[in-house]
């Protein structure tokens, strides 16, 4: 079994408990009263230079604890204002010491669109992800056969919420194009060893269509690894750890990204 596997085993889990501790009248109430919608692709798509989600992650399967002192809403506010496009916010609490309030209080911090980072494996999840105020949904291509795609994806939609497709080779990039996002995230990261190879976001970007927006994920920590998948089209970025290590992490958010233009 990889991380992966054990991860989306124990999600299959959580998720049939949470179901049956709501019912869908007390879901559909929540997502009535729930903030609109921010807009997370056109974010990214709007910002000059390099456009940023921004993750707040406490800890990882590949790294364990990342921030001791961790703070969602300081954290959310020290993003936006060091120029962040977006945010992503790790809700599952298993793997990764997450927690759904951490969505919650994140983005009640700030007026930046916020994806909620977590393990889909059922249309449900979509509902109470918009419950929690989400902007978009990460859907990993890896985890999923592509009718359950589709239908979280559908489901997502319905709810007004962008979907972030993540891919990390050649064949999962052919899968996620049959969905109708066209918010691409390949993940330099290797889920079943952890390895992290910044060129497959390189190699991906050129396969992808022009109307997508393409999202490199993961390992990339200074500002001349940003300089370089510029100079090979790729303009957003998905970062956690070598920002959530920093101690002032809004000029830290700066340095990454201030100053750039596409
Ligand atoms: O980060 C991990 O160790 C990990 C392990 C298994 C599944 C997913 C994992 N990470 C999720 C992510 O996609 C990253 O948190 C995200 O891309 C940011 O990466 P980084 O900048 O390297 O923290």
């Known amino acids: 079994m990889t991380i992966l596997d054990t991860i989306v085993a124990h999600k299959r889990t959580e998720v049939a408990a949470r179901k049956a501790a709501t019912t869908d009248a007390a879901l559909a109430a929540r997502i009535a009263v729930a903030s609109p919608p921010r807009g997370f692709r056109a974010a990214l798509d709007a910002k000059p230079g390099h456009a940023l989600i921004a993750e707040i992650k406490k800890a990882s399967p590949s790294k364990g604890l990342i921030r001791a002192d ?4 300081a954290h959310a506010r020290a993003y936006q204002a060091g120029g962040a496009a ?4 790790l809700t599952d609490e298993r ?9 919650v209080q994140a983005r009640a911090a700030v007026s ?9 494996v059922d249309p449900w999840q979509a509902a109470e992800s918009r419950a929690l105020g989400a902007d978009a949904i ?12 589709a239908k979280i994806e559908v489901a997502a939609i319905d709810h007004g919420m ?6 990390h ?3 999962e990039l052919d899968r996620a194009l049959k969905l109708r996002s066209r918010l691409i995230g390949c993940n330099n990261r290797d889920l079943r060893d952890f390895s992290v190879d910044v060129a ?4 991906l970007k050129t396969l992808a269509p022009a109307d997508c927006t393409f999202v490199a994920e993961s390992g990339l920590t200074t500002r001349s690894d940003l300089d370089a998948m510029a100079d090979h089209g790729v303009h957003c970025f998905l970062i956690g750890e070598a920002l959530m290590r920093q101690q002032d992490v809004e000029a830290a958010t700066r340095m990454l990204i201030g100053q750039t233009e596409r």
């Open 70 to 73: 961790f703070d969602p809403p």
């Open 86 to 89: 977006c945010l992503s916010v």
């Open 95 to 103: 793997f990764f010491q997450g927690a759904d309030d951490y969505l």
């Open 112 to 120: 930046i669109p916020v994806i909620r980072k977590d393990f889909m």
């Open 138 to 149: 990460l859907l990993i291509v890896a985890a999923l056969d592509d009718a359950t795609l």
């Open 162 to 167: 962008d979907v972030l497709v993540e891919v």
């Open 169 to 171: 080779d050649e064949v």
């Open 200 to 203: 497959r976001s390189y190699r």
